[in-house]
């Protein structure tokens, strides 16, 4: 298995609060994503990195910040949870072009109440 | 606007029957057309990675194939074992990885 590991695995938070999610990989690879998995709609990207410092948006990044400070580790952070952030949230990796088989973490059930 | 679109949402199939999964897509730019398969409960797991027009990929019972517009992945003979959800994903020139909302099998013995 890919070297990709996210935690917490399960979190329950209050409304207003902040959360920080983790996500680790032992790969080296360059490119690293965030998605939200909700019934209906799918994986939809957050946000996303192609490399230490290097972030950009993806489709749903309202409500969410990311830092990658080291190649290994790429933070989502929640700035004040909301209701409508109950999700389940996967982290991604790849090595980039013509190496694009992207390894999943096993995701983080956030509730937010 | 970057979109994939997976169809049928669901597919019913009895054991043995082969069918087609469709993915259509409207990108900028497609550095590559993924296939995933996911259970219940867990994160995506790679099927396959198609790079240009007129390549296939096998694997066991699944094959799939890619156009300048959309990928299929064909089931021959599906066992109930192959009952998941299938997902498609796109990486686009930048490098986003956007995804379908797949396509849910459930195979009857």
């Known amino acids: 298995d890919a070297g990709i590991t996210q935690s917490p695995r399960h979190k329950v938070t209050e409304t207003g609060t902040p959360v920080t999610l983790r996500c680790h990989q032992t790969?080296?690879?360059?490119?690293m994503y965030w998605y939200r998995q909700d019934p209906g709609h799918g994986l939809r990207l957050i946000h996303y990195?192609?490399?230490?410092?290097?972030?950009d948006k993806g489709e749903v990044s309202d409500g969410y910040s990311v830092s990658r400070s080291k190649t290994e580790d790429f933070l989502l952070t929640l700035e004040s949870a909301t209701s409508s952030q109950t999700s389940v949230y996967f982290c991604?990796?790849?090595?980039?072009?013509?190496?694009?088989?992207?390894?999943f973490g096993q995701g983080t059930r956030l509730t937010v109440v | 606007e970057d979109q994939v679109t997976q169809s049928p949402e669901a597919l019913r199939l009895q054991e043995g029957e082969s069918s087609s999964l469709n993915c259509s897509y409207t990108?900028?730019?497609?550095?590559?057309l993924f296939w995933y398969r996911q259970d219940p409960g867990k994160g995506p797991e790679f099927l396959f990675t198609?790079?240009?027009a007129g390549e296939e990929k096998e694997k066991e019972r699944l094959k799939a194939t890619l156009t300048k517009k959309e990928s299929f992945l064909h089931i021959t003979a599906p066992k109930p074992e192959d009952s998941a959800t299938y997902l498609c994903a796109v990486q686009t020139i930048p490098d986003k990885l956007i995804f379908g909302t797949g396509t849910r099998l459930q195979v009857f013995p």
């Open positions: 990108v900028s730019g497609l550095r590559g």
């Open positions: 990195s192609y490399g230490v410092k290097d972030t």
């Open positions: 790969e080296n690879h360059r490119y």
């Open positions: 991604a990796i790849t090595g980039g072009f013509m190496n694009t088989e992207a390894f």
């Open positions: 198609l790079y240009s």
